[in-house]
């Protein structure tokens, strides 16, 4: 599509790179990325069914804590949840954040292998 942007100033939502805008941190990732868990949020919100809102650059902005949601996109990425164990509170609002987008959180059987 023609456009009067420069490419690199120009997001890309149609194509797998995706440019996110996460409570004013920004990211960059691919849709296959995101939709790894089908029938998480994230999978539904970038299967291509919704209208995503997006920032005043056009990245698609979603309203959460965008330093939670590093570990989130770190886990999507690798499938498995890399937290250290000697802060609780960090590990508890990770554990909310993925419970909020609807991604397998360990549980205590399976959580010495989770890096959580």
Not at 31 to 55: E, H, I, N, P, V
Request: charged letters at 20%; one cysteine or more.
């Amino acid at each position: 599509l023609p456009t009067n942007q420069p490419s690199h100033q120009r997001p890309v939502h149609g194509g797998d790179v995706v440019l996110l805008n996460v409570g004013g941190v920004r990211f960059c990732t691919s849709r296959s990325t995101l939709t790894k868990y089908r029938d998480s949020m994230l999978g539904a919100m970038f299967s291509g069914q919704f209208a995503l809102k997006t920032d005043g650059n056009g990245r698609i902005f979603i309203d959460r804590d965008g330093e939670l949601f590093g570990p989130v996109l770190s886990f999507l990425r690798t499938g498995r949840w890399a937290l250290p164990p000697e802060l609780p509170l960090l590990v508890e609002r990770v554990r909310h954040e993925a419970d909020y987008f609807g991604l397998p959180w360990p549980t205590e059987g399976t959580r010495s292998g989770s890096s959580v």
